[in-house]
């Protein structure tokens, strides 16, 4: 919950640096662990205080890495932009994606990119984790190309500050 904190401001800092309107920038967050939660669509919210404020109410949802349906879920949420714009997404996860998630990460990172949404990728996990190099490799499939210019690794939480 402390990290989730740290997740919040980062999020806020990214709504800070665009400009926000119906005519300009729209954003759209989900929220997902186990479960993915829908906190702000493409048409809801049209101002960055109103999304920020939503930001800051997410609940912590617990443990879970369900990478593959949240990608899924935001590329329904593209399918709300307007025609002709740029589509970004930033993916902010700190572990592999979960077995268990019935949707593959691969098929939904393939689904998103064909979509036309670009992809960056901030993943956080200490590199002397066993599990580094298959999680750098997930963070590889699911980023946008060249990997270098839209993958971001950290090793802990409080480097958010400064990505």
Known sequence: PQNFELVKDFVNGLIDRVSVSLEATRVGVVLFSHVDVVV?????????ASIKAAVRRMPYLGEGTFTGSAIRRATQL???????????AVVLTDGQADKRDAVRLKDAAEDAHNA?????????MNSSDFQYA???????????????NYVYLIDDFMRLQST
């Open 78 to 88: 593209f399918q709300a932009a307007r025609p002709g714009v740029r589509k970004v």
């Open 116 to 124: 036309g949404i670009e992809i960056f990728v901030v993943g956080i």
């Open 40 to 48: 702000t669509s493409l048409q809801q919210l049209s101002d960055q």
């Open 134 to 148: 298959e999680f750098r490799n997930e963070m590889n499939i699911l980023a946008s190309d060249p990997d270098e």
